[in-house]
């Protein structure tokens, strides 16, 4: 009798052993899906992904025969493009713009190539009515930065805005 107790014993602990190894292998299935749903979920298709482009703006000057093209894109108040100066006569120069908009205040460092020596200069603007003023002031010693406070743009050369898809041409 103590032999077959003991029988039943066991197989209520096999039993037992049984159901928890169910019960453990449900619940991990159960993780599994969720992890794989949320990760079905978490995942974006390229088709999906909108990318606005930022919009460029184009400006020109002309005096005389000297000409300035300036192209730029204005990312949340960082400005990037390029600028030209097609000058007569005299040595031109070209580069990349890079720089922050501050209210109607554009400061952008030219860095620009002329007679094959890399430069950089600073620039400012003014944006009103559309066009762009030339800031004009005092550089320091190095002739790259204005000098605090010696901007004006009262006396400032005017860039006209103009279309951006023959600018490169230009």
Known sequence: MYLCLKYFEMKKYIF????????????????????????????????????????????????????????????????????????????????????IADGDTIRIDYNFVAEGTQSTREIWFLKKDGKLIEGIGEYDETGERFKNNSVKFTDGQILQPTDCKDFDKK
């Not at 449900?26 to 974006?44: F, G, Q, R, S, Y």
């Not at 730029?72 to 120069?93: A, V």
């Open 16 to 99: 037992l052993a049984c159901i928890s190894w169910l019960f453990i292998a449900c619940e991990k299935k159960n993780k599994t899906d969720n992890i794989l749903a949320k990760k079905e979920a978490a995942t974006v298709n390229e088709s999906d992904i909108v990318i606005e482009e930022i919009p460029e703006e184009c400006y020109m000057r002309v005096n005389g025969k000297d000409t300035l093209f300036l192209k730029m894109s204005d990312n949340l108040g960082t400005i990037t493009g390029t600028m030209n100066y097609k000058n007569f006569q005299k040595d031109s120069s070209s580069g990349d713009i890079v720089g």
